[in-house]
């Protein structure tokens, strides 16, 4: 080969490296929300759906909102401050096959397509999950598997599209245009990224019931797994209350609310 052929080559190596780097970043970084957005999402999944946003963003005492705003600007890249998991999650005994166990009917919706990557995102919540002093009885090997299995879980739900039906109206909700970093943001501030998480909380219905729980990495209340189970019936899926146990039935039903939530931040 001539010096003029071997100098073309070098060059097409690192315009072709360039477009792969570059590539790699939009998919990393284009998608990155402001910070009202981020704090808006996490008011919706924290006070509900019918929440006033504004009350909350002007109330100093609320600082939910502001946590997750921390945490996804971590992920997002825009700061060093790496965020430090609750030593003081109250856990519940769940056998490990019901937390890495699936569910045919959500999984049918994944499609068939390479999935998506977000490697900054996989190495920085790895690194989380094996600072997690609360599952160091577990042992290194089921960390990895965990954080494994919730990145995996994140990635494969981003490119679902579910038909839910709402008020007798259908309508298709595109996960894809759910920023992973919110997801993984919201779960580490509901349960430090511990699946054996169970909060109990007083009822603001005695009536019903004296105590609530929320269950699981993204703490999915039972009042809301009937919402979004009667949401979900339009694409045949029904998720029980121990369902909240499995890793991905858990983060795919928080995604659902989530990006329901997106939809109406949008509209």
Not at 18 to 43: D, E, Q, T
Not at 77 to 85: A, F, M, N
Not at 251 to 265: K, P, T
Request: aromatic share 8%; no cysteine.
């Amino acid at each position: 080969m001539d010096k003029g052929k071997r100098l073309d080559l070098i060059v097409l190596l690192v315009l072709l490296t360039s477009i792969v780097v570059i590539s790699g970043l939009l998919v990393g970084f284009g998608n990155r929300l402001s910070p009202k957005k981020v704090a808006s999402l996490a008011i919706l999944y924290n006070a509900g759906l019918g929440a006033n946003r504004e009350d909350f963003l002007n109330n100093p005492s609320y600082t939910y909102d502001d946590r997750v705003v921390s945490v996804y600007e971590y992920f997002a890249g825009k700061s060093d401050s790496k965020p430090v998991l609750s030593s003081a999650i109250k856990m519940h005994n769940v056998d490990d096959t019901e937390l890495f166990s699936t569910n045919p009917a959500v999984d049918r919706l994944i499609s068939s397509k390479t999935p998506r990557e977000n490697i900054s995102l996989k190495n920085k919540l790895l690194s989380l999950i094996k600072s997690n002093k609360q599952l160091d009885s577990k042992g290194d090997g089921f960390k990895i598997k965990l954080g494994e299995a919730i990145y995996r879980a994140i990635m494969d739900f981003t490119g679902v599209k579910v038909n839910i039906i709402v008020g007798g109206k259908v309508k298709t909700l595109d996960l894809s245009k759910l920023d992973p970093s919110i997801v993984v943001s919201i779960m580490i501030v509901e349960s430090s990224l511990n699946p054996y998480a169970l909060m109990e909380e007083k009822s603001l219905n005695p009536s019903f019931s004296q105590y609530v729980y929320s269950r699981g990495l993204m703490q999915i209340y039972e009042i809301t797994l009937w919402t979004l189970n009667s949401w979900l019936k339009e694409s045949q899926i029904n998720i029980k209350p121990e369902g909240l146990w499995s890793i991905r039935d858990n983060i795919f039903l928080g995604m659902v609310y989530l990006s329901y939530a997106n939809e109406m931040l949008e509209e």
